[in-house]
């Protein structure tokens, strides 16, 4: 949805009745949510239409033929805990000693120590707190906000759960969060 006129189209096949699904370039869900109003759509309109935005990127798996586990430092640490968020770190349950994982590179992965891609997901869903705060045209701040009460994660908490789980490392969230 580039333009006013392919939003609206949008909107109006949403609110008979049919299910649509579109793309748009942003950098998170609740920032979908002020490009479309941007573009001139009526917020009531908008809001009743959507039931949810689901924000994706690609980031580099690590080579399952060369991982190995690796202790974090401190600052692998301090950068989990810092970018997942001090008031949602209970739900990583982090263990003692924290291990992470690497590639080292071999011949599989041409000596990079990845191979392919991991998607890493953003679910904003479209709660009654949200619609309001949609109505009221409010800002990408306060809608990130009461979508993460509502349950969303954002994708860097998202790139960490799959480093802690394996399957990429802290490189490649930094790269997403903007700190690398």
């Given at each position: ?43 009531v309109?908008?809001s ?27 600052s ?48 904003l ?17 306060e ?38």
């Amino acid at each position: 949805m580039r333009d006013k006129e392919t939003a609206h189209a949008g909107i109006e096949a949403s609110l008979t009745g049919h299910l649509v699904f579109s793309t748009l370039h942003t950098n998170s869900a609740p920032e979908t949510i002020s490009r479309l109003l941007d573009l001139g759509l009526d917020p009531v309109n908008f809001s009743d239409a959507c039931i949810g935005i689901l924000a994706q990127r690609l980031i580099r798996t690590i080579c399952p033929n060369c991982k190995e586990k690796y202790p974090a430092s401190e600052s692998d640490i301090a950068f989990i805990k810092r970018q997942y968020g001090q008031e949602y770190l209970e739900e990583l349950n982090l263990p003692e000693p924290l291990m992470l994982f690497k590639g080292k590179g071999c011949d599989e992965c041409g000596d990079t120590g990845y191979r392919g891609r991991t998607g890493v997901h953003e679910l904003l869903a479209m709660t009654g707190e949200l619609r309001a705060l949609v109505y009221k045209e409010a800002s990408v701040h306060e809608m990130k906000a009461q979508a993460m009460n509502d349950g969303m994660r954002t994708l860097t908490q998202d790139g960490i759960l799959k480093v802690l789980k394996g399957d990429t490392d802290i490189p490649q969230i930094q790269i997403i969060s903007g700190t690398g």
